[in-house]
Each structure stands twice: as structure tokens, then as C-alpha cells.
């Protein structure tokens, strides 16, 4: 073990780098296979029903664990139709485009005290411009199709997308002012001394407002329009069969657990531990390490699935009133409430 | 060595973009290929060091700027050869533009000649440094007066455009949100007694279910 562990410390820097990249990039994928699993057996508990339970059991134990799997080779071997009319490289590029962001702002995100990919220090900002970059797919899908309900998916999308960026933005100015810096883990540290100085504690209302536009920018229930498969079919994604479909799901599901983990990072300290300063600082569950992160995170990825088995979807133009008449406003007043705390030194900010 | 294979490399991507938003027929196709302009500047700034500004230029050009400019002209239907017609009345502009450029570039190089080399770029930062707190700490102190002047200007432009276009119209009949919400159960269902006493009729013994308040 430890002359493994030599070896992987003599490794030069760009080989261990890459071999994160890979890692991490293996994990989420995997994730992504697994949450679509979690996500029918939960939407089917709520609603009384048992979900996936055919496909693979182990020893009985865990019915339907290969579901995602079956559903992979299912769409590998369907046939990608290319509508005549549509544009055809960009209708072949859109896919990877929404999926090249949800892989890549995984670079930034502090996975444990001593892990991360890239340390940068306009971590946030990288985050936000690439989550930024992810609406492309959905407008060229749209507008590549060629066809009226793909086109206004595209158009309520792109629409929605750049209102909710607007408080999404200002709702992690709040937290860039708290820590004082745009770097993630240093966020995460400067929450550091128990539940008390997480975030979500002192910027309550922005923490909602992240939360609801994360929904908001990730397409999901109940901010699917662009969807909206009783209105127009399946928005931009309607004429997308087999694997070129199934790299928009990936997409939308890496997305969700990347804005999962955002929150954890911004509101809910990362891989801090609950019970610190609560227990003793040698005890074991006071000590701050990925699984707290991944605590964290399954839980928002769950609350994701909650909003969509029990809320109908909104409005076109109540989203629009929502993000830009409550949203927005909401995110400016704490803005201003959090700056009087930091320069009078409330809550978490007395230390320093 | 390897910075310059990415400089040129991404330079190389630059100038084919910037020619693909002016040579290609298709509207949309012009506005895809500034963004991808923006973003290989984004990346040539990151190779001299400044990945505050990168990352704002892909945040704010890319994901907010384009996106609008990719809304409007996808919506709009635009007429390819009447907009190819101006070619020869706008090349006189096009070209006095041209030249100004190239005077430009030229300058640079003639100012190297004269001992002030803008061509060989930035030394090297120190580790700690970080240009997003360099950057903020000269826009809040010394700059903090035209910071707030963009600012406002910024705001009464947001301004002149909503006024520009809100039209008040009459004879609309749009909801208001307030009323909606305020509505209550009470103002809507009006529970009532079966008036049917015989008991055979449709509404028999249904009376205290909140279907047989509904119909009444």
C-alpha cells in the first residue's frame, strides 16, 4: 500500500491531474446512471408505486439496480434520426455542447479538504460563466430541429436561463461577501466553527434563492417549459432519438448534481462536519471529509425529485415574474443586510 | 515553447472565427461564430495571465450577451441578399475602418522600433498574486467614482429601453397576480342544501360532498 502510494506521489503532476480528471468524470457519469434509478424509485414511492424492480437483483437484495444500465444499452442500439429539414452538424454538436459545461465545472468543486482539480482562484466566477455556456445546447437544439415546438422550447429556455443567471448571480454575491473570496474551498473554510457559521444560517434567503433557481437553470420540474411535454411535445429536445437523447439526460442529471453540490458548497459547508466544535475534535464524525459533501449533496439531489413529484409546473410568465419581480429583489435587500453584518461584524463574522 | 503552439493555435482559431461572423450566409451561424470568437480571446487572455477577465468575458459575453443576440436573431426573419445588397455602399466605411486597424498594428510594431516593446507582453506574476483582488482594489479606490458613473449609466439605459417600449394600451384585460393569490375557497364554492327532499333526484344524499356544492 504505501509503496503504491509512493509511486502515485513520484507520478509528475499532469499524470495525477489527468487521472482525477478521469476519476471524477467516471464518478459522475456513474452517478448519473444511478440517480435516474433514484429518481423513479422515489417518485414512484410518493406515489405508491414501486418503480424500476425488474431488471437485476442481488440475491434478491436492491430490485431494478441495473435499470440505468438496460436504459444505456437500449438507446446506444436505437437508431439517432436526423429530421431532413434540420441543420444538420449543429443538430449533431448541440448534445455535447450541454454536456461539455455539466462535466467540466466539475474542475473547481473542493471534494475534500486536500482535493481538488484546479485551485483557481475565480473558482466561482468559472463555475457561473460555464453554467452559463450550458444554454447554447438547448437554443441550437432548438433552433437546429427546424421545427415550431423544438424552436419555442429553445426560446423559453433561453428566456428563462438569463433571468434566473441574473439570481443566481447576485445570490452568490451574497456569499462571495461572507467569505471573501471567489476561490470554493476557501468558501467552504471560511465556514468553518460548526453549524452555526454555515451560510444558509445568516443568508437564509439567498440560500432559498439559489435553490429555486438551480431548479430554475437545470430545466427541472416545476421550471420544465422548455420541456413541457403537454404544450409542445417535448420542447428542444423533440426530434432527438436514441444516444443523442440520452446525452441531453446526462446533461440535465450531471447538471442537477453539480448545482446539488454548489449548494452544499456555498450554503452548507462542503465537507464540513455538523457536529464540529459540537463534539470533541478527535471524535470521527467531527471530522470534515467527503462524505459530509456527499451527505449534502444527495440530500439536494433528492429535494430535486421531491419538487417534481409534487409541484405542477408554473406558468411561462409566472417564471418570469418569479425570477425577476420576487427573486431578484429578495437576493438585492439581503445583499445590503449581509453587507451590515459583515461591516458590524454579526454572526460568523465577529471572529475575524 | 508550448504557450506558443497554444498562441498560435488559438489565434488561428481567432481569425477564422472573426472571418466565419462576416463571410457565412446564415445569420444564427455568424452569431455562433462570434461566440466562439469570444471564447478563444477568452483563452488567449488566460495565457497572459489575466483569467479574471477571461472568465468575466465568457460569463458575460458568452452566456449573457450572445445568448440575447442568438434570441433576436433566430426570431427575426432576416433577408440574406438585401442585406448583401449594401456591400458596395458600405465599403467605403468598411475600408477607412480597415485602415485604421492596420495603422494600429503597425504602430505597435513601429513603437518597438523606438524602444517601447508592447509585443513581448507581461512578466511573470508572483504565485500569490491574484488580478481579481488587484482588479477590485483599483476599481473601488481609485476608479470607484466612474465605476458608479457606468453604473448609473447603465441603469438609466435599462430605463429609457422599458419606457421606449412599454405601450400603454386600453381595452387589455391583464391578471392581477395580488387578486389571484388573495382568492379564497369561500369566494368560489358556495356549498348549498339539496332542495330535493323527495330524494330521488341526481343531487340525493350528496349534499354535504363538495361535487354537490360545486354544481349549485
Redesign the interface.
Given at each position: 500500500m504505501t509503496a503504491l502510494l509512493d509511486l502515485w506521489a513520484s507520478l509528475p503532476d499532469v499524470v495525477r491531474s489527468t487521472a482525477w480528471i478521469l476519476i471524477v468524470t467516471v464518478a459522475v457519469i456513474l452517478s448519473v446512471a444511478f440517480t435516474t434509478l433514484w429518481e423513479r424509485k422515489v417518485i414512484g414511492w410518493m406515489q405508491l408505486r414501486k418503480g424500476p424492480n425488474r431488471v437485476g437483483s442481488i440475491f434478491g437484495l436492491l430490485p431494478g439496480i441495473f435499470q440505468p444500465f438496460a436504459d444505456v444499452i437500449k438507446l446506444l442500439l436505437k437508431e439517432v434520426v436526423l429530421p431532413s429539414a434540420a441543420n444538420k452538424w449543429?443538430f449533431r454538436v448541440a448534445p455535447a455542447i450541454t454536456l461539455i459545461p455539466a462535466f467540466a465545472a466539475w474542475a473547481v468543486m473542493p471534494l475534500d479538504p486536500n482535493l481538488v482539480i484546479a485551485d483557481?482562484?475565480?473558482g466561482l466566477?468559472?463555475v457561473?460563466?460555464l453554467t452559463?455556456?450550458g444554454?447554447?445546447g438547448v437554443?441550437?437544439a432548438g433552433?437546429a430541429t427546424n421545427s415550431k415546438y423544438a424552436?419555442l422550447g429553445?426560446?423559453r429556455s433561453?428566456?428563462q436561463?438569463?433571468a434566473y443567471?441574473i439570481a443566481m448571480g447576485f445570490a452568490l454575491v451574497g456569499v462571495v461577501m461572507a467569505a471573501g473570496t471567489?476561490n470554493l474551498g476557501d468558501i467552504v473554510r471560511a465556514q468553518e466553527g460548526g453549524l452555526g457559521s454555515w451560510f444558509f444560517i445568516w443568508l437564509f434567503p439567498l440560500f432559498v434563492v439559489y435553490l429555486i433557481s438551480g431548479v430554475a437553470e437545470t430545466n427541472r420540474a416545476p421550471f420544465d417549459v422548455a420541456e413541457g411535454e403537454s404544450e409542445i411535445v417535448a420542447g428542444f429536445h423533440v426530434e432527438y432519438s436514441g444516444i443523442a437523447f440520452a446525452l441531453f439526460f446526462l446533461a440535465e442529471y450531471a447538471n442537477m448534481i453539480l448545482i446539488s453540490g454548489l449548494t452544499a458548497v456555498f450554503f452548507l459547508g462542503g465537507w464540513l462536519s455538523p457536529f464540529e466544535g459540537v463534539l470533541a475534535a478527535d471524535n470521527p464524525l467531527a471530522q470534515p471529509g467527503f462524505h459530509w459533501l456527499f451527505l449534502k449533496l444527495f440530500f439536494f439531489l433528492t429535494c430535486f425529485m421531491w419538487y417534481r413529484a409534487t409541484f405542477p409546473r408554473y406558468r411561462y410568465d409566472q417564471i418570469m415574474?418569479l425570477g425577476w419581480k420576487v427573486l431578484i429583489p429578495v437576493t438585492l435587500v439581503w445583499i445590503a443586510v449581509a453587507a451590515v453584518m459583515v461591516h458590524f461584524r454579526v454572526g460568523p463574522w465577529s471572529a475575524n | 515553447m508550448f504557450v506558443q503552439i497554444l498562441f498560435y493555435a488559438f489565434s488561428a482559431i481567432l481569425l477564422a472565427a472573426a472571418l466565419g461572423v462576416i463571410a457565412s450566409r446564415n445569420p444564427?451561424h455568424s452569431a455562433?461564430s462570434l461566440?466562439l470568437a469570444f471564447f478563444t480571446s477568452a483563452a488567449l487572455w488566460l495565457l497572459i495571465e489575466v483569467?479574471?477577465l477571461a472568465?468575466?468575458l465568457?460569463?458575460v459575453y458568452?452566456?449573457?450577451v450572445m445568448?440575447?443576440f442568438?434570441?433576436v436573431v433566430?426570431?427575426l426573419d432576416v433577408n440574406i441578399e438585401r442585406v448583401r445588397g449594401g456591400f458596395i455602399r458600405h465599403a467605403g466605411l468598411g475600408l477607412v475602418v480597415a485602415v485604421l486597424v492596420a495603422a494600429q498594428m503597425i504602430g505597435v510594431f513601429w513603437a518597438r522600433d523606438l524602444g517601447v516593446d508592447a509585443t513581448l507582453g507581461a512578466p511573470p506574476l508572483p504565485d500569490d498574486y491574484?488580478n481579481?483582488r488587484a482588479l477590485g482594489e483599483v476599481l473601488y479606490t481609485q476608479y470607484v467614482y466612474p465605476f458608479e458613473l457606468a453604473a448609473v449609466l447603465l441603469l438609466v439605459a435599462i430605463v429609457a429601453a422599458i419606457t421606449l417600449t412599454l405601450r400603454q394600451r386600453p381595452g387589455l384585460k391583464p391578471q392581477d397576480?395580488a387578486q389571484q393569490v388573495a382568492v379564497r375557497r369561500e369566494d368560489r364554492v358556495r356549498l348549498v342544501k339539496d332542495v330535493d327532499a323527495s330524494g330521488t333526484g341526481p343531487g340525493a344524499g350528496r349534499d354535504a360532498s363538495p361535487r354537490g356544492g360545486e354544481g349549485a
Open positions: 449543429l483557481i482562484d475565480a466566477l468559472y457561473l460563466s452559463s455556456v444554454v447554447y437554443i441550437l433552433w424552436f429553445a426560446m433561453a428566456a436561463i438569463v443567471e471567489l415574474r | 444564427v455562433l461566440v483569467e479574471f472568465i468575466v465568457v460569463l458568452v452566456g449573457a445568448v440575447l442568438l434570441f433566430m426570431m491574484s481579481t397576480v
